[in-house]
């Protein structure tokens, strides 16, 4: 990349003018996106405005249209909702309300509009988009404009940012908001759980989500729900027996408590609604269980924003700021969005007319194309839910293998969803499943258990495993044979799998497929660009990060350095970073000098001088032997003195504990069922002479995410994605996402462009969606 190219980014902006504005029904995170608007229009030279109270705003203008600085965003990161306010706005869906909109952005000379919202606003954004120059003519006629005005804002561009709670939008794999929507429902289930299992009661909860069941649908894979009911699938005509039915095994296998989860728009074949009253009502008249409904309304657009919907929020901020600067009268409106990891553009219309075709398929009650409009993910999570809640266990008396389930090394939340997943699929199949307590040591001393569908039950919230694991032996592992293993791991795991594979050479009992789920909270496991455990260790890491800040406001001149775990991986202390808008953060990754503590000290002295008194600097753990988190404090201190005071804290393990988050919940349940599914072919294949024999190198993989899928790869194959002196992958995804976190702090560094998503087309996209 030329350093000519590195100074179009700072200089794309200069003499150019961007608006934003949130609309429809608020979100958490849309703050986070308004902010990186802001500061990375900033960065470009451009002017950027705020439009205040949404399209309403942009048709009143005067005040509600205002200049936006650098610190006007300052500590809008953690807030929930939309600090620059939305309202439902009438008079914009009239052309003469688009004409007042239009006269108010040519006398600021804003041709640049990036809409924060829902489908229908952005459909609004461009009808005023395709109606752009014959407003303009109006004007010019009407004498409101002049000519040179006209010339200068002959095209509008517009950039579309999703923020909906309810994930209803097709082409991107989440919107903003959703993320923290799950956290508020999975908080009030957790609750509720406690208090239903005390009275053993049956519990019925109502979520949002008129069109789309997104939301009820993760919740019940999240929490284990006996029963889900969804706009996109309606049960068949006999569900009331069936629920029952249901609901009475359930209490028979010793479960004391029943949840079932309701979407608001949920139907019945026939499109007649099913509501919480009809499904609590059929439950006391058919069972008399004791039940009680829960309808959760508003709680789930409110709170602080996760860590993920942060984040979120600030890259698709920043390449919406590149597509609009970017943009020619050519470009089509595109939507920013998420594909896996990775940002994508694709064309705003082509996306809403996706989205309408769900709903008109619905209304035409065909559910399957409904289904496939909304995407492979949405299959997926279908699919595992109903393997997980609507099979019965086989009652066969011959088992066809034995599989066993063992975690190894430092416990990460989300670990239990995944084995609980991982034995019920085994049953399911047909296996017997044997589960090993304390890793390798306790596969070597026997403490073996075999499992039953009951023995998981409830275990998806349940933070720390419920197998307290050691790291692994460092001796060859003992025989396993007849177990075929599926290791919940961290790096140990990894390494462990080499060993077996290396085993294999001496014990033919070794020579039996194996599979690795990475879990860890330092997400450094080669072959997968998330593992298990390391959204809630972020999250965990926000939520103190947040109040230190608050402390910091109320105390002005004060910076704070926080240590975060990780190991060698810097994954955690950028990503945190990122999320709650922090001035620094070291890592091993990115090699530091004095001079760059220098550096980040003299920046610190310069935002002393601005109305934002306070800093936040991230340090991981092993970023450096020489200089630790004492150093960089002392050194902070001195520099510092008579400018401001330094403060330090060390997160230590609170980042391993805590109820696991929704992701992690939903990552691991997904991971577990695919891990075991692919454990039924490997024996299929490998079982010769009625015995298991697997010596072939794609007999025992590592399951990791990569990109936009699933994927199993060899762990031999792996070797060379290795460091493993310092235990991390060779290459992590996450790095490239370091210059937003310095761009988003004021540093004056090279945005590389090159690494911008292109447009894309919705429907090629679709055929290679991620199967998350």
């Known amino acids: 990349m030329t350093h000519e190219e590195h100074h179009a980014a700072k200089t794309l902006g200069i003499g150019k003018a961007i608006a934003v504005l949130t609309s429809g029904g608020d979100a958490q995170g849309m703050n986070a996106a308004v902010r990186a608007v802001v500061r990375v229009g900033i960065f470009t030279g451009a002017r950027v405005f705020f439009v205040h109270e949404g399209y309403q705003g942009l048709v009143d203008g005067g005040d509600h249209i205002r200049e936006a600085t650098w610190e006007s965003v300052s500590m809008m990161l953690q807030l929930g909702g939309t600090v620059i306010g939305s309202a439902r706005c009438k008079d914009f869906r009239d052309r003469e309300g688009r004409l007042r909109a239009a006269y108010n952005l040519v006398k600021r000379g804003i041709t640049n509009l990036c809409v924060i919202g829902g489908d229908g606003s952005l459909t609004g954004a461009d009808t005023f988009r395709s109606e752009w120059s014959d407003l303009l003519s109006d004007l010019q006629k009407a004498g409101k404009i002049t000519g040179e005005e006209a010339t200068k804002s002959s095209f509008l561009n517009i950039v579309g940012l999703v923020g909906s709670i309810d994930n209803d939008f097709c082409g991107t794999d989440m919107t903003i908001g959703t993320d923290s929507a799950l956290h508020r429902i999975i908080e009030i289930v957790d609750a509720i759980t406690t208090t239903a299992q005390s009275h053993q009661r049956t519990f019925v909860l109502e979520v949002m989500g008129r069109h789309c069941g997104y939301l009820a649908l993760v919740t019940s894979l999240s929490c284990g729900a006996d029963w889900v009911f969804i706009p996109e699938c309606p049960p068949d005509d006999d569900w009331e027996e069936h629920l029952c039915r ?71 901020g920043v390449e919406a700021v590149m597509a609009l600067l970017e943009g020619t009268p050519d ?108 890793g390798f040591e306790g596969l070597a001393k026997g403490q073996i258990e075999e499992a039953g569908w009951s023995y998981v039950g409830g275990w998806t919230g ?197 109820s696991p988050t929704p992701f992690d919940r939903n990552f691991a349940t997904k991971m577990g069922a695919k891990a075991m599914n692919w454990m039924s072919g490997k024996i299929k294949e490998s079982y010769r002479n009625g015995r298991i024999f697997a010596n072939s190198p794609d007999s025992g993989c590592v399951l990791g995410m990569r990109k936009r899928a699933l994927v199993f ?32 702090a004021k540093y004056e560094i090279d945005l590389d462009t090159s690494e911008h998503a292109h447009l894309e087309h919705i429907t090629r996209k679709r055929s290679g969606e991620a199967g998350v």
């Not at 194309?369 to 266990?393: I, T």
């Not at 060698?568 to 890592?587: E, P």
């Not at 235990?727 to 988003?744: A, D, Y």
Request: charged letters at 20%; hydrophobic letters at 40%.
């Open 713 to 744: 790869q060899p762990v031999t194959e792996l070797k060379d994605q290795t460091d493993f002196e310092h235990r991390i992958p060779k290459e992590q995804w996450w790095l490239k996402l370091r210059p937003i976190l310095k761009i988003l």
């Open 462 to 658: 349940q933070g720390v495993p419920h197998h307290s694991f050691l790291p692994p032996s460092p001796g060859p592992p003992s025989p396993l044979s007849p177990f075929l293993p599926l290791l919940l791991s961290p790096p140990q795991a990894y390494t462990g799998g080499l060993e077996l594979m290396e085993g294999r050479k001496q014990f033919d009992e070794l020579c039996i497929p194996f599979v690795v789920i990475p879990a860890t909270v330092s997400n450094n496991v080669p072959g997968s660009d998330f593992s298990v455990g390391a959204d809630t260790a972020l999250n965990t890491i926000c939520t103190t990060c947040d109040r230190i800040k608050q402390s910091a406001a109320g105390t002005k001149r004060r910076v704070f350095i926080i240590e975060t775990m990780g190991g060698y991986c810097g994954y955690l202390a950028t990503m945190a970073g990122l999320a709650a808008g922090a001035d620094a953060a070291y890592i091993f990754e990115e090699p530091f000098t004095i001079r760059d503590l220098q550096a980040n000290v003299e920046h610190l002295v310069q935002k002393m001088k601005t109305t934002v008194k306070r800093g936040l600097v991230l340090r991981n753990e092993k970023c450096n032997e020489n200089y630790t988190t004492d150093f960089i404090f002392n050194l902070y201190s001195e520099e510092g003195k008579g400018i401001f005071d330094s403060r330090k804290n060390v997160l230590g393990h609170m980042q391993q504990g805590g």
């Open 246 to 316: 249901r609901l009475s095994e359930t209490r028979t296998r010793g479960s004391r408590l029943n949840i079932i989860i309701v979407a608001e728009g949920a139907i019945d074949k026939h499109g007649k609604p099913i509501t919480s009253e009809n499904i609590k009502n059929l439950v006391v008249k058919r069972l008399g269980y004791d039940t009680r409904v829960t309808v959760l309304g508003h709680v789930q657009r409110g709170g602080t924003p996760s860590a993920f919907d942060r984040i979120l929020g600030s890259r698709m």
């Open 331 to 438: 470009t089509p409106a595109c939507v920013v969005s998420l594909s896996g990891n990775q940002a994508v553009r694709l064309p705003l219309m082509e996306c809403v007319q996706v989205t309408k075709d769900v709903t008109k398929a619905m209304e035409e009650k065909k559910f399957d194309e409904a289904m496939k409009l909304r995407g492979r993910s949405f299959m997926n999570n279908w699919e595992v839910y109903k393997l997980l809640a609507h099979v019965r266990p086989p009652v066969s008396k011959t088992v066809s293998h034995t599989v066993a389930v063992m975690n190894v090394g430092a416990p990460a939340a989300g670990m239990n969803a995944a084995v609980r997943s991982t034995v019920r699929i085994g049953l399911i199949q047909g296996n017997r499943v044997l589960v090993v307590h304390d």
